[in-house]
T-cell receptor, first 113, second 117 residues
Framework: AQSVTQLGSHVSVSEGALVLLRCNYS??????LFWYVQYPNQGLQLLLK??????LVKGINGFEAEFKKSETSFHLTKPSAHMSDAAEYFC???????????FGQGTRLTINP | GAGVSQTPSNKVTEKGKYVELRCDPI?????LYWYRQSLGQGPEFLIY????????DSGLPNDRFFAVRPEGSVSTLKIQRTERGDSAVYLC???????????????FGEGSRLTVL
């Protein structure tokens, strides 16, 4: 069965610094991979998704993620953090186009002024 | 409305009581999903509907949990004989369809927080 591991339940960076949120997946077949973000008091919203096209995926708000099959990773990055990026981020996987997303435990991102 | 609407936003009940949670999806979205999120955890899949039928209910934890979508729009998650372990945020999401380019592109509501005393 597929699964997702997010390394680090809390990440703290300074405003303007690089953001790196780690996600590793486990799947025996090519997966679809997603990053969702949850801002305080809001529902989850899709940041970006990988569906076997380009391995570098660009999303909203300057975020991007790179699919690395050899490392079974799909890490999320942003070159320069902004205070508005403070939120909880979830990596998710689905297999074979299935709608049953399996989510990681989430990483809470804090931005220091 | 513009987004997925869930009611109530908060529900406190006593152990053993019956609870209903309602989800109103985005207009025109044919697929609807229920997830459960416990404190400090990611969302956990419960069930999804394509139209009126439950396409996958493999995540429902036991037969105390049941969900319906009789007209292919609004859905109700029903929990019988609630237990303290049912306390969580119940999330509803919808999507344009369950296949193709929209795979995995879910629009979530803000959730219904259930507390069982």
């Amino acid at each position: 069965a597929q699964s997702v591991t997010q390394l680090g339940s809390h990440v703290s960076v300074s405003e303007g610094a690089l953001v790196l949120l780690r996600c590793n997946y486990s799947s025996s077949v090519p997966p679809y991979l997603f990053w969702y973000v949850q801002y305080p008091n809001q529902g989850l919203q899709l940041l970006l998704k990988y569906t076997s096209a380009a391995t570098l995926v660009k999303g909203i708000n300057g975020f991007e993620a790179e699919f690395k099959k050899s490392e079974t990773s799909f890490h999320l990055t942003k070159p320069s953090a902004h205070m508005s990026d403070a939120a909880e981020y979830f990596c998710a996987v689905s297999v074979g186009g299935a709608q049953k997303l399996v989510f990681g435990q989430g990483t809470r991102l804090t931005i220091n002024p | 409305g513009a987004g997925v609407s869930q009611t109530p936003s908060n529900k406190v009940t006593e152990k053993g009581k019956y609870v209903e949670l309602r989800c109103d999806p985005i207009s025109g979205h044919t697929a609807l999903y229920w997830y459960r999120q416990s404190l400090g955890q990611g969302p956990e899949f419960l069930i999804y509907f394509q139209g009126t039928g439950a396409a996958d209910d493999s995540g429902l934890p036991n037969d105390r949990f049941f969900a319906v979508r009789p007209e292919g729009s609004v859905s109700t998650l029903k929990i019988q004989r609630t237990e303290r372990g049912d306390s969580a945020v119940y999330l509803c999401a919808s999507s344009l369809s369950s296949t193709g380019a929209n795979t995995g592109e879910l629009f979530f509501g803000e959730g219904s927080r259930l507390t069982v005393l």
